[in-house]
């Protein structure tokens, strides 16, 4: 079992910086990919980037540029660094975990594991 907890979701405006933070426990070391996802009321959850248990990285076209994954193995913690956000980056966040292979690390349908989200509003 593997427990995730997000923070640092608040409210910025267009333009700004963010930094999300999920931190992993219980059975870590049998993680192979975390990610993040994010959903709007009314909308599927979607991949927003993933990274695997060797570093490799995977983005959302959306967010591609803008948006940067990495984790600290040392501190069990995923990071989600945001960058010039825009409005319609608005979403519930979550952070996902899985112990198997991953075949599309942007799809939800392959993460076991969530946290609670936190949630970012981008304002104009």
């Known amino acids: 079992q593997v427990q995730l907890e997000e923070s640092g979701g608040v409210s910025v405006q267009a333009g700004g910086a963010l930094r999300l933070s999920c931190v992993a426990s219980?059975?870590?070391?049998?993680?192979?990919?975390m990610a993040w996802f994010r959903q709007t009321p009314g909308k599927e959850r979607e991949g927003v980037a993933a990274?695997?248990?060797?570093?490799?990285?995977s983005y959302a076209d959306s967010v591609k540029g803008r948006f940067t994954i990495s984790k600290d193995n040392a501190k069990k913690t995923l990071y989600l660094q945001m960058n010039s956000l825009k409005q319609e980056d608005t979403a519930m966040y979550y952070c996902a975990a899985t112990t198997t292979v991953v075949v599309w690390p942007l799809s939800h349908s392959d993460y076991h594991y969530w946290g609670q989200g936190t949630q970012v509003t981008v304002s104009s």
């Open positions: 219980g059975n870590t070391p049998s993680i192979q990919c």
């Open positions: 990274i695997g248990v060797d570093g490799s990285t």
